[in-house]
């Protein structure tokens, strides 16, 4: 944006005001709605006010950086944090997928077993068969069940992929394309842990947000 009058950038400050009073009352958890009103303030604070300051008084610059910046910087953390939650849900979507086709090939490596092993090995097939699929371990059976749920959760999470590209795209980096596309399971579950506790510490640094009654 060009240059502005002081009258222009009194009203751009007042029009700012009430976009941050808006944007308070309005969050509602759901975080595509929140993270398009985040970015809106937060665009024209740096697009329209911050490159302006110098319009006001000494005394009334002070205390907007005093109480505006920190806010912004505050507003910058809740975006990436956002963010990190949708990528952690498409990480986890691609975990879920690859533990499924990891869990197919499990049968076939029973058979390779020795003798011994053998009984102890497929007690613990049928537990697991069991707490995945609700049913008793048959080697066929388990690898029809796994194929389905296989090819369920990749199409789920294909769509949490779509969806993260369309809202975050600007955020995603080729690394964080690569490695969600390519990584294999223990890089993945390493990735989890590190996005996990970027979360955590954002949640540490931040104010509890604030949340209109759902009664």
Partial sequence: MGDLTRAQFAEAWNQFGRHVAWFTQSINGDRSQDAAKVRLVVAEWDEVLA???????????????????????????ELRRLFLERLLETVNGRLDWLVTEQFMKLPGLLKRLPAADQAEASRLMSALTRRLFDCDYEPMAVFRRGEQLADEQEA?????????????????TPEMERRLENSDLPSLKHWFEEISTAIAALGRAQPPRTQKSRD
């Avoid at 294909?158 to 969806?163: I, N, P, T």
């Avoid at 993260?164 to 600007?170: C, Q």
């Fill in 156 to 172: 789920a999470w294909r769509r949490k992929l779509a969806l993260l590209r369309r809202e975050w795209g600007g955020e995603m």
């Fill in 51 to 77: 490159p302006h300051l110098d319009l006001l008084a000494a005394e009334a610059r002070r205390v907007a950086e005093q109480s505006i910046v920190p806010r912004i910087k505050t507003l910058r953390a």
